[in-house]
């Protein structure tokens, strides 16, 4: 097991503490500007105008998971759907992400099928684009079988994402690639076991690299999710060697990260997106974003102690 993964089990650990949850609740919120755009709708959507003059786009994401309650996953419905209709009276390429235990997943796959079938007709009246985003491996079939439903119900302007850290996302990609689906790939960020995930670096990074290539050659439409240098320079190499156009695939990032990269991404011509995400319930994104490098732990200790 590499230190990288050591590190992210531990945070992830910590952050399930309820002293920790609340100390951090109580007195982290302007720490979590640093990822999070805003609590409102209203600030997201002015995130995305500064980003759109650096012709960098926005992947805008109500944050919210795991809901227990059908009148929560509905309420969440409904703030999804203003989500897409104030994106659609902009001029701007229109892209939301969501999580399907936001609406309802955990208490029936029925019941987040049927939201989701409200939400994606709603983003085909604004021409937007709703990527599924992926949780954590218990839910992963659910979320697949959720999305391979909404395809044979006629909904194409969506897609899934893959984890490189999962043992069984290759075979995954091999599901998704009938369908033509838009894939994100990404690492992963939440806390698996060996069973499950590659502990080691060397190995999450190689299957990345297949992941990406082997939906690019399978003619899928692949967002290249990660800040990573030595792997956002492989896959500049990869495309050009192989003559891969640059509508074929775009760079996604997260928002506040990276920033100077995006701009520089951009400006040589590719598509870049940032992933926007706001609303009050930040704190499992948050603790995801600190697990991932220790500097962002330091950036927080040091905040909660200095003020």
């Given amino acids: 097991m590499d230190l990288n993964h050591t590190y992210r089990s531990f945070v992830l650990a910590v952050a399930r503490n309820p002293q920790v949850r609340h100390l951090v609740q109580s007195r982290g919120q302007n720490l979590a500007r640093r990822f999070v755009a805003g609590d409102t709708l209203e600030e997201a959507l002015q995130a995305l105008e500064a980003l759109e003059r650096h012709r960098v786009h926005a992947i805008l994401d109500l944050l919210g998971e795991m809901v227990t309650s059908e009148e929560a996953a509905?309420?969440?419905?409904?703030?999804?759907?203003?989500?897409?209709?104030?994106?659609?009276?902009?001029?701007?390429?229109?892209?939301v992400s969501l999580k399907l235990?936001?609406?309802?997943?955990?208490?029936?796959?029925?019941?987040a099928f049927s939201l989701m079938t409200e939400i994606l007709t709603e983003a085909q009246k604004a021409d937007c684009f709703v990527r599924i985003d992926m949780e954590d491996s218990p839910r992963i079939e659910a979320t697949l079988e959720v999305y391979h439903r909404l395809r044979q119900a006629g909904f194409t302007h969506t897609g899934v994402v893959l984890q490189s850290y999962l043992k069984r996302s290759e075979q995954d990609l091999e599901r998704l690639l009938p369908f033509k689906t838009p894939?994100?790939?990404?690492?992963?960020?939440?806390?698996?076991?060996?069973?499950?995930?590659?502990?080691?670096?060397?190995?999450i990074d190689a299957q990345y690299l297949l992941l990406c290539k082997k939906a690019l050659e399978g003619g899928l439409y692949t967002a290249i999710a990660t800040h990573d240098p030595a792997l956002i320079e492989e896959m500049k190499r990869w495309t050009a060697e192989r003559a891969i156009g640059r509508d074929r695939f775009e760079f996604q990032m997260l928002y506040g990260v990276r920033r100077e990269e995006q701009k520089k991404l951009a400006a040589e011509g590719y598509t870049v997106r940032a992933y926007v995400p706001y609303g009050t319930d930040w704190y499992p994104y948050f603790?995801?974003?600190?697990?991932?490098?220790?500097e962002n732990l330091l950036f927080v200790v040091r905040s909660l102690i200095w003020g």
């Avoid at 603790?287 to 220790?294: D, G, K, L, V």
């Fill in 287 to 294: 603790s995801r974003r600190i697990a991932e490098r220790p």
């Fill in 101 to 111: 235990t936001q609406l309802g997943l955990d208490l029936s796959p029925d019941l």
């Fill in 183 to 203: 894939v994100r790939i990404v690492k992963g960020a939440y806390r698996e076991p060996p069973q499950v995930a590659f502990q080691e670096r060397r190995l």
């Fill in 74 to 95: 509905c309420r969440f419905k409904e703030e999804i759907v203003r989500l897409i209709q104030a994106v659609g009276s902009r001029p701007y390429p229109r892209y």
